[in-house]
């Protein structure tokens, strides 16, 4: 038995599942992001933390290009400075677009590719499969912080458990 | 090629690196707790949101528990009214209990064992990979809530990627 076979023989989730949990998780913060009036989208805040339209940037800076980079093998410096001229609209149809190339750039990653090292935005150094799972934590982290800035302004958040 | 044999071909993490994965969270989490100031962890809310000493009750209820059920098939009702006296040293003392007990059942737990289909704590149904992974997801939304209850009372949390 090879490396690859020996690697492959302790799997606990197929390559196609985590793509179906990522893209869960994805469509839960979809319906945070709706949740949201605008303004408060863009303004509101808590103890100095940035709003959920910064910390929705960051999962978008994070996840097409990350999985671009693992996918190309091309690097790009991390930019989560994304313009959405102050409209939910436009972080929607980012994060549309978002969906759909994570399906594109996901039939280009062989399973025996999950355990290879890398270093992703020329810093994060990892397997592949322990820098998505990062992507995946770090949008669970910052939604649910989502969740509180809704309950503070009197909003009922959709069910964590519906993806 | 055997139906076992084809799950497994798919895999792109191994039950080793899950545990270790899941246990990097509770490190965190347990840092998370430790953060708070004894009082707040029992009583401090945002929006009418549960004190953080539920939100780590529901985490304890889940874990070991949960754990326990997929290994034993033993079936409990699910139970997060813990008792701690009002200390959180008591709530650490119960999560470093549960780390123990979570490796030695996952000892117990065989690679072909993550795809079998479950019903959780009588209800949740799915497979056994897919519930570990709520577990996992579940604590990392809640203390997500609490690094925004940290930040409310001007408490730096500890970073994200630290486990």
């Known amino acids: 038995m090879n490396q690859l076979n020996t690697q492959i023989e302790a799997g606990v989730i197929s390559p196609e599942q985590l793509l179906k949990h990522w893209q869960g998780h994805r ?7 709706e949740a949201f009036p605008e303004k408060e989208f ?6 100095g933390m940035r709003p959920f339209s910064k ?16 996918v190309t093998g091309k690097t790009s410096p991390f930019n989560e400075d994304l313009d959405f001229d102050g409209k939910k609209e436009n972080v929607l149809k980012a994060w549309d677009d978002s969906t759909e190339q994570i399906n594109s750039y996901w ?21 592949v499969v322990s820098n998505l799972f990062y992507f995946i934590d770090n949008e669970i982290h910052h939604r649910g912080q989502g969740y509180v800035y809704l309950r503070s302004l ?5 069910f964590f458990w519906e993806r």
Chains 1, 2 share one sequence.
């Open 27 to 33: 469509s839960l913060t979809r319906r945070v992001i």
């Open 154 to 158: 009197g909003i009922q958040p959709p």
């Open 55 to 70: 910390l929705v940037s960051e999962m978008l800076a994070i996840a097409v290009p990350g999985l671009k980079e693992i």
């Open 42 to 47: 863009f303004e509101h805040s808590i103890g």
């Open 107 to 127: 039939k280009q990653l062989s399973a025996e590719r999950f355990q290879e090292q890398i270093k992703l935005f020329g810093q994060y150094e990892g397997t």
